[in-house]
């Protein structure tokens, strides 16, 4: 009977470590995704903003010149 509740035991003891070890390994990725999203959002987010300010119409080149060569 000794016998059996050890091995029962054990079992617990194997699944509750594998359980733990599955939720670590998940919680990193789910990290490890978080930060490359933040990345890739603030990545875009530059760009799109880079383009935007390098958008120059007719009038912004004659105030430009004129405000500066005058």
């Known amino acids: 009977m000794l016998g059996l509740g050890c091995l029962t035991?054990?079992?617990?003891?194997?699944?509750s470590?594998?359980?733990l070890g599955t939720a670590v390994a998940v919680s990193k990725g789910a990290?490890?995704?978080s930060e490359t999203?933040?990345?890739e959002?603030?990545?875009y987010h530059n760009?799109?903003?880079n383009?935007?300010?390098?958008?120059?119409?007719?009038?912004?080149?004659?105030a430009?010149?004129?405000?500066?060569?005058?």
Do not use: P, T
């Open 64 to 70: 430009d010149y004129y405000e500066n060569y005058e």
């Open 17 to 19: 470590m594998l359980g």
């Open 9 to 15: 035991l054990l079992w617990i003891g194997s699944c």
């Open 31 to 33: 990290e490890k995704f």
């Open 37 to 39: 999203y933040k990345e």
């Open 47 to 49: 760009d799109r903003d």
């Open 51 to 62: 383009r935007a300010a390098a958008y120059h119409e007719h009038s912004d080149y004659n």
């Open 41 to 43: 959002e603030l990545k």
